[in-house]
């Protein structure tokens, strides 16, 4: 099986040598984090197999689709609308952005002052590490913002790229370039699949995802439990694996989970002391393995029970409308679902400061810590609102800033020890 | 007189103990900068006077603009149409946000991982240093960059500011967004001035914001010389001085500065040695006083002749159509006209690469030196672009990533010093 693994990756191009030293950095740091949590909800054993597999299973069904003449279309971001991509016989995969493996290769060509997600995505493409870019056929990225907008045109040289724009505002203009840009993204994929998108398959599709935002938002409405059923560590596992899963045995292993979690919430079982600190986070996107924040915090006696994070509510909040109408009124429908993402990309973007507010009442928080990645203009800038809209609701936050890299641990260890100190109950 | 000025600072809300402090930093800067330059067209005169009055004589003809009813509308970017603030009557003024004094000032507020740029613009305005600022009814913003785009937000807080949405690509769908934005532009001046801003109104203006861009290409076109008949570092005090001069006497005295510079090139009077090294920089703008890179290169024995720059050819190259049209196709021509402007905030911006080979060659440079503000993602991503298509064309390079401070003066020396010996005739 693992011969067979090589071959594969051989065959995709991967740097084998680099590859193998990459993926032996995983298990220590799997362990530590994930596996050496207490009582954990068992069905997580189906999400510590994928991880333990990363790289194979799920490449070799991707390369078997696309072996089979299907496309395989690869994004970086939540705003690439995964209905119009099934609906024309493709898959969607969310690619690998979390690893400071990859960080200093990209540094090779990327200025250093880019924030750790774009420079680590960049580098496995750059450094042939990653089996999914390696497996794609198209990488759709978006213009939320400045940085990747720009890596976007590098990375061309290296793979077919395509750029949706996302547009700054939220005004009728803006939802009108956005809505032509849904639409012209569904004629690149059906260009690149050579499949017609009708009104059946874009109705399939879209009950399809909808099914995943509702397993999603289930886990995540089993957090809002007191003691909480399920660690934020994991819930963000569930979710991160989401991003590159088959959808139908995303949404089927989700809800079997959900169904033991719910149980648990039923018998009062909770994987921290009742009295722990409740924790939103709220800010930058964290990319499988990024896990250091949430991990700080849950051994630091917290626990995080929500993310309005693009790897966490805004990922799956909001459904698009089932309908039986046309084309054109379903992507209408897709287009305004996707415009309510709250991104930091928008000018102003005061829903996101109300979704924040509204989430930390939801799941009764003692805290919001707002997570920035370095160099990320968007969410480093819009933390100033954060501060001044949470002051205003009575809810302490604290803001990091961080990398991908472990230096910072001890510091933001402290730093969160404080806090979770000066929230004690 | 002097007293006059500080009667009028303070009825402005200047703080005139930190302004005092700030406007004593400035002459000894503009002696060693400036002055200390060998036969000057006499007509820089003007301009120095300019520059020892700063916040003077301009000051006052703004404040008497808006004590009669008018307003003064202010902005930090090149994309800001202002031919329809024109039209109202009312003035645009580009703001302050080229000097390190009040950087500091913004790093309590902004992340300090932002440029220079904003931070120094935010900087004036929370410190209270800047007149213009302190003048002006509305401060117009744009989306040109994550930084910008989200400081503008928290600007908001302190003053009135409206936001335009320049697009991300140049695409049809874009260009109908950016129309849209023009023509919602206009009613947001209509609605500040109380004006109707009328097709005749309109016409006279865009000739008159045309008659500018003639004249600055005018002086432009003079610097292709051979010897170059004025310095870099006057050229562009000239085009810095432009973005808060009155309009009508900025053409009357850059024409007259043409006047005696094309007749230096008539008699083969240059300010450097015919051998001088001609240098072309391009990447991001020079606001007043960031005189720093010309400063290094020409007391390094370079001559710079062009700036690709928004504080250089992007600010005035291209005309907008002067036709006796409707208020309706006046805002078209107005609006295309903007696209045109290359900024790294599009995706792709190819046309930017071929106007830095063009220039290069029409300017017959020796070198480019590509100079981004430190976190300004867009010029310092759009730089590995460039750097690939000058090594194609065979033109040298040095790229500079810099801020206001003094800090690293010595180490860009160093290495202007060997670029200029590496490129030696």
């Known amino acids: ?38 009582n954990r ?38 705003f690439v609308p995964e209905e119009i991509v099934l609906a024309a016989g493709a898959i969607l995969v969310g690619l690998c952005a ?18 750790a997600l774009i420079k680590s995505s960049f580098g496995f493409k750059l450094g042939r590490i990653c089996p999914y870019v390696q497996t794609s056929h198209l990488i759709v990225g978006e213009t939320t913002c400045d ?35 849904v639409k012209s993204f569904k004629q690149v994929i059906e260009k690149l ?37 399920i660690s934020g560590k994991d819930a963000l596992l569930v979710t991160q694996v989401a991003f590159y899963d088959d959808v139908a045995r995303c949404i089927q292993q989700v809800n079997a989970l959900c169904d033991e979690v719910e149980s648990r919430i039923a018998g009062g079982d909770g994987v921290f002391p009742a009295n722990a600190r409740r924790i939103l986070i709220t800010g930058s996107p ?50 305004d679902r996707y415009l309510k993402i709250n991104c930091a990309c928008f000018t102003p973007n005061d829903e996101r400061l109300s979704d924040i507010v509204r989430l930390a009442k939801e799941y009764n928080v003692d805290g919001v810590v707002h997570y920035n990645l370095q160099f990320c203009h968007t969410y480093a800038n819009e933390a100033v609102k954060v501060e001044e809209t949470l ?17 910072d641990e001890g510091q933001i260890r402290t730093r969160v020890e404080a806090f979770l100190e000066m929230i004690r109950r």
Chains 1, 2 share one sequence.
């Open 391 to 407: 002051a205003e609701a009575g809810i302490p936050l604290l803001r990091i800033e961080s990398d991908y890299s472990n230096e």
């Open 1 to 38: 099986m693992k011969t067979d693994d090589r071959k594969m990756w051989a065959d995709l191009g991967i740097d084998l040598q680099r590859h193998d030293t990459f993926l032996n950095l995983l298990p220590p740091v799997y362990q530590e984090t994930y596996l050496s949590q207490n």
């Open 193 to 229: 699949t050579g499949d017609e998108i009708t009104a059946d398959r874009l109705a399939q599709a879209t009950k399809l995802v909808n099914d995943r935002r509702r397993a999603l938002q289930r886990l995540y409405s089993a957090r809002k439990a007191a003691p909480v059923p």
């Open 286 to 335: 964290m990319a499988i393995p990024n896990w250091k924040l949430h991990h700080i915090l849950e051994t630091a006696g917290a626990a995080v029970v929500c993310e309005e994070t693009c790897t966490g509510t805004r990922y799956f909040d909001n459904l698009v409308p089932e309908c039986e109408g046309t084309v054109e009124e379903q992507l209408e429908n897709i287009a």
């Open 147 to 181: 940085g990747k907008k720009k890596m976007f045109e590098i990375l061309g040289k290296y793979q077919p790229v395509y750029v949706m724009e996302v547009p700054n505002k939220k005004t009728q203009l803006s939802r009108a370039l956005w809505l032509g840009e």
């Open 41 to 78: 909800p068992e069905h997580m054993e189906f999400f510590d197999f994928v991880v333990g597999d990363i790289h194979g299973i799920r490449v070799r069904e991707l390369r078997e689709h696309a072996q089979n003449g299907s496309k395989v279309v690869a994004a970086y971001c939540v």
């Open 98 to 115: 979390g690893a400071q493996f990859s960080v200093p290769l990209a540094e090779d060509i990327l200025p250093r002052n880019t924030c």
